[in-house]
Each structure stands twice: as C-alpha cells, then as structure tokens.
C-alpha cells in the first residue's frame, strides 16, 4: 500500500492549506511541489504576479480538485404552476419528496408567493421528466386533499353522533 507521502511527486500541481495573510482564514491554494524531503514539501503558489514559495507538512497538501468550480451554470431551475386548489396543500412539510425523487431534483420547493413548485437539479433532463410526471403528481395530491376532507367530515360526523347519543 503506498504511503501518503508517495501520493506526491515533484513538478506535480496540488492545493495546500494555507492563507494569504493572518487576518484571512485558511482555504486550499493552487501550486505546484518544487522539491520534497521526508514529509515535507517546498510548493510554488499559483495564479500570483509574483512567485511566492513555502515549506508545508504533507498534512497540508491533497490532490487537485479534478471537479470545475460551481457557479450559476452548475444547476438548472425551473418552474412548474400548481393548480389553485391544491396550493394550500402543496405547503405541507414533505408532500413534493416522491415527485422529487422520482423527477431526479436535487431539490423541489413550493413558492407560495408565485403559486409554483421551484425545482433545481444538476441536470437538464430532469425537467423533461419532471414535466412528464407532474399531472400524476398533482392527481395523486389532488386525492390526498379529497381523502383528507372525507376523513375530517367523518370525524366530525362521529363527534356529533357521539355528542347526541350521550345527551351532551
């Protein structure tokens, strides 16, 4: 099994822990291994005007990050209109987790204020699949909500059979 330290060579690009200045918290940082001696290291900084080197532990270092940065182009979001009679109970905690799972959304949000479910996903096919799956999720809420009303009216039904038949 090789050993950490064996995991680096010299003239290969790592990130190391470390900070710009002591006001800074630390963060990983570009550079490249100029020389190694034990379990120490000598790296050369990336991306600055000026070459900027230092001595780290092998504690410091860990492979580049072959994954790009995340920004505005990582995620896809889109928005799918919940039908007015269902928007009350697309608020509950929960309701929306199957849909999700099912469409592949890393997440799946109702929007109270625009009467929307807001759906963000790494990947643009989940909207295709969100958009084919939607009506049987919202039939499938749409009996909740019925089944729902129907127990509520037969509890209450029972409460006043209940309240009769006791004379109270």
Same mark, same amino acid.
């Given at each position: 099994?090789?050993?950490?330290?064996?995991?680096f060579?010299?003239?290969?690009e790592?990130?190391?822990?470390?900070?710009?200045?002591?006001?800074e !918290? *630390? /963060?990983?940082? #570009?550079?490249?291994?100029?020389?190694? $001696?034990g379990?120490?290291?000598? @790296?050369?900084?990336?991306?600055?005007?000026?070459?900027?080197?230092?001595?780290?532990?092998?504690?410091?270092?860990?492979?580049?990050?072959?994954?790009?940065?995340?920004?505005?182009n990582?995620?896809?979001?889109?928005?799918?209109?919940?039908?007015?009679?269902?928007?009350?109970?697309?608020?509950?905690?929960?309701?929306h987790?199957?849909?999700?799972? !099912? *469409? /592949?959304?890393? #997440?799946?949000?109702?929007?109270?204020? $625009?009467?929307?479910?807001?759906? @963000?996903?790494?990947?643009?096919?989940?909207?295709?699949?969100?958009?084919?799956?939607?009506?049987?999720?919202?039939?499938?809420l749409?009996?909740?909500?019925?089944?729902?009303?129907?127990?509520?009216?037969?509890?209450?039904?029972l409460?006043?059979?209940?309240?009769?038949?006791?004379g109270?």
């Amino acid at each position: 099994m090789p050993t950490p330290s064996s995991m680096f060579t010299e003239g290969m690009e790592v990130e190391v822990f470390s900070r710009s200045n002591e006001r800074e !918290s *630390c /963060g990983w940082w #570009a550079a490249v291994i100029k020389m190694m $001696k034990g379990d120490f290291f000598v @790296v050369e900084y990336l991306g600055w005007d000026n070459s900027y080197t230092e001595i780290v532990s092998q504690e410091r270092l860990r492979l580049k990050n072959a994954n790009a940065p995340i920004d505005k182009n990582a995620f896809f979001r889109f928005e799918i209109p919940v039908p007015e009679e269902l928007r009350e109970y697309a608020k509950v905690e929960g309701v929306h987790k199957e849909f999700q799972k !099912s *469409c /592949g959304a890393n #997440a799946c949000r109702y929007d109270p204020l $625009k009467g929307v479910l807001v759906i @963000v996903s790494r990947h643009e096919s989940t909207q295709k699949r969100a958009l084919m799956m939607h009506d049987m999720h919202f039939r499938n809420l749409t009996q909740k909500v019925f089944l729902l009303k129907r127990t509520e009216e037969a509890a209450r039904q029972l409460e006043s059979t209940k309240l009769h038949t006791t004379g109270g």
